[in-house]
């Protein structure tokens, strides 16, 4: 069994205001919908991340139109399978609000943050990945024609029902979490532990002037989306298929040195913080060049 182990460097933190604890770091699975993606070129990358500490995975309902979804889904169940995780060691994530289709095949309710696609598109996410429920599911971006209050209602039904654990916002603005946070005390529901955005050297206005102002004075923690990182540059030969043996072992062996690099910068396990800012840090991996 491959197992993440004290001797991977890797740092856990608490996700937001939560006991959950997660990796610093995090594979998530935004691509493009095409056959070079499979089950077992993802399979390998999660179980690579995974020998490093990596605990925290991420998907989404339209990523790659729902593709996403299918593959992270059959890979968690191979790692399962082979025995090279449980269910337990993994901490999965979902986001609702594109829907599968795109903003512009979408019918009328496949998109937003309503109650009826909120608990149709986490049902729908749940059948594509094979799972029971997901750790964390995020509301993926603000609704402006949906109440927040039936968004705080519908997250807390999801929930209750077991379908996930905990819930998030992300891209929303600090006055949207404040509000969402509001409504959720006032009528006693499950409030959102952490707001997920965009932070890099060309994304940084809202992380450095709202959400590090103001999470701790609403209680809640973020962590940013970095820009995407090209899983080096052969990577799409790599999962097409059309490498020799030497060469995807060559990549091999350059996927391993970049988990070990980053795992090696964070700090000794167990070392369990609560960030005030850095609940948790994610790359969004990718197998396709920019």
Same mark, same amino acid.
């Given at each position: 069994?491959?197992s993440?182990?004290?001797?991977?460097?890797?740092?856990?933190?608490?996700?937001?205001?939560?006991g959950?604890?997660?990796?610093?770091?995090?594979?998530g699975?935004?691509?493009?919908?095409?056959?070079?993606?499979?089950?077992?070129?993802?399979y390998e990358?999660?179980?690579?991340?995974?020998?490093?500490?990596?605990n925290?995975?991420?998907?989404?309902?339209?990523?790659a139109?729902?593709?996403?979804?299918?593959l992270?889904?059959?890979?968690?169940?191979?790692?399962?399978?082979?025995?090279?995780?449980?269910?337990?060691?993994?901490?999965?994530?979902?986001?609702?609000?594109?829907?599968?289709k795109?903003?512009?095949?979408g019918?009328?309710?496949?998109?937003g943050?309503?109650?009826?696609?909120?608990?149709e598109?986490?049902?729908?996410s749940l059948?594509?990945?094979?799972?029971?429920?997901?750790?964390?599911?995020?509301?993926?971006h603000?609704?402006?024609?949906t109440?927040?209050?039936e968004?705080?209602?519908?997250m807390?039904? =999801?929930?209750?029902? %077991?379908?996930?654990?905990?819930?998030?916002?992300? !891209?929303? +603005?600090?006055? &949207? *979490?404040?509000?969402a946070?509001?409504?959720?005390?006032?009528?006693?529901?499950?409030?959102?532990?952490v707001?997920?955005?965009?932070?890099?050297?060309?994304e940084?206005?809202?992380v450095?002037?709202?959400l590090?102002?103001?999470?701790?004075?609403?209680?809640?923690?973020?962590?940013?989306?970095?820009?995407i =990182?090209?899983?080096? %540059?052969?990577?799409n030969?790599f999962i097409?298929? !059309?490498? +020799?043996?030497? &060469? *995807?072992?060559?990549v091999?062996?350059?996927?391993?040195?970049?988990?070990?690099?980053?795992?090696?910068?964070?700090?000794?396990?167990?070392?369990?913080?609560?960030?005030?800012?850095?609940?948790?840090?994610?790359?969004?991996?990718?197998a396709?060049?920019?």
């Amino acid at each position: 069994m491959v197992s993440a182990t004290p001797a991977s460097k890797m740092t856990y933190r608490f996700l937001g205001n939560s006991g959950l604890l997660v990796s610093k770091f995090a594979l998530g699975s935004w691509m493009f919908r095409d056959e070079k993606n499979t089950v077992d070129a993802w399979y390998e990358m999660m179980k690579t991340a995974f020998s490093h500490g990596v605990n925290l995975f991420d998907s989404a309902e339209n990523y790659a139109l729902g593709r996403a979804d299918e593959l992270m889904g059959g890979a968690i169940q191979k790692g399962i399978a082979d025995g090279v995780w449980s269910r337990e060691d993994l901490v999965v994530t979902a986001k609702i609000f594109s829907g599968t289709k795109g903003f512009t095949n979408g019918t009328p309710n496949s998109q937003g943050l309503n109650r009826k696609h909120l608990i149709e598109g986490t049902q729908a996410s749940l059948g594509s990945m094979g799972l029971e429920y997901v750790d964390v599911i995020f509301c993926h971006h603000p609704d402006a024609f949906t109440p927040i209050e039936e968004t705080v209602r519908a997250m807390n039904y =999801i929930i209750e029902q %077991g379908w996930a654990f905990y819930w998030d916002t992300s !891209n929303w +603005s600090i006055g &949207e *979490i404040m509000e969402a946070c509001e409504i959720a005390d006032r009528l006693g529901l499950i409030r959102i532990i952490v707001e997920q955005s965009q932070y890099s050297i060309l994304e940084r206005n809202r992380v450095e002037f709202e959400l590090e102002k103001d999470s701790q004075r609403v209680q809640f923690g973020w962590f940013p989306s970095t820009a995407i =990182i090209e899983m080096l %540059g052969e990577y799409n030969n790599f999962i097409g298929g !059309n490498t +020799s043996t030497r &060469e *995807i072992r060559k990549v091999e062996v350059r996927v391993q040195m970049f988990w070990q690099a980053l795992s090696e910068r964070s700090e000794p396990t167990p070392a369990r913080k609560r960030g005030r800012v850095h609940a948790s840090q994610v790359f969004w991996v990718r197998a396709e060049r920019v």
